[in-house]
């Protein structure tokens, strides 16, 4: 249900409100969330904006930042006391229960009003309100045009929430890059450009900010975890566990490996298969007609969009490595 009256009337006096972001959150999920947070505290309301997982410290200097509450770093109980009473519940950049990870008991609550903004194909119906567009290149998109709803005039959008959602635009577009970028996309980054936006600043902060063993580390990578497959059009990285400790790798620091893969001459499909915390997580990524969001969800208990997805996995490394070598076989390349 896309209804701006609804959220009106529930806005319209002080709330206790909530914000989660899906599990290892990237820039849209975690900026979508902070814009959103500076927004409604502004409005009055108590905003508390909570991670299941880290987010990537390159993403440490965003507006707000700071107050996120990383739900790992708490027991259930604790957490809950900490945030209290909950009267409205924003899901930001999901609408499948099973990205909130171990956090996903914070939807079990009848009482409270769930409302999603998400761009994700084939939502759950978990909440109460949905603001969510697939056509849209990110949630950050549905967020502003959300905003201009709510302030009636987009000047009415501070510089902290401009810069919050363009983090979020122009890393789910790849800068720009991706099929998912269209005018509509052009036209809002200027208009957050026109609201404060050092759009310079930004692409450095995101892109020209990494640590020398994270550039060694994608040295070592490409070098010695690549696996290509030309009969497949398809290349891979496996990421072990030592991997992390040797390279002192932080949240984030595989970001943007799988695009390696993917820049490959003939590559069609790209994935980073990465071993942490007992669990194997899965990107993957493509180029025309090959759908890894259903790849995604049919094998990893995951999705995303038709060529940028991703899942996790129990089995073991080696075990999933085998396994996506065999799902391999059941495409059409």
Known sequence: MYDISILKEQL??????????????????????????????????????ITPTEYPKFLSWLPGVNDVLIAEHYTKEVLLEKIGKIDLLFCIDFS????????????????????????????????????????????AEVAFQLFISLLEQKSKITASMATCLYAGLITDTNSFKNPNTTPKTHRIVADLMECGVDACSVQQLIYDNKSLSRLHFFSFAVSQRLVFL?????????????????????????????????????VWLA???????????????????????????????????????????????????DQFEQILKSIHF
């Open 12 to 49: 319209a006096s002080p709330k206790r409100i909530v914000v989660v972001m899906h599990a290892q959150p990237d820039a849209d999920a975690l900026g979508t969330s902070l814009a959103l947070a500076l927004y409604l505290k502004e409005q009055g309301h108590k905003v508390d904006v």
């Open 230 to 266: 030309p009969a497949f059009h398809t290349a891979y990285f496996v990421i072990q566990k030592e991997d992390y400790k040797r390279f002192d790798l932080q949240s984030g620091d595989t970001e943007g490996l799988v695009d390696y893969a993917l820049s490959l001459k003939e």
């Open 96 to 139: 499948v229960s099973s990205r909130l990870g171990a956090l996903a008991f914070i939807l079990e609550s009848p009482d409270i009003f769930k409302i999603v903004i998400d761009h994700h194909r084939e939502p759950e119906d978990f909440a109460d309100l949905f603001f969510w567009d697939p056509k849209a290149a990110a949630s």
């Open 271 to 321: 994935a980073v298969l990465r071993e942490k915390d007992d669990m194997v997580y899965i990107s993957l990524r493509s180029v025309g007609d090959i759908s890894v969001n259903l790849i995604a969800k049919k094998y990893f208990n995951g999705g995303g969009h038709k060529n940028a997805a991703g899942g996790v996995s129990n089995l073991s490394l080696t075990e999933t490595v």
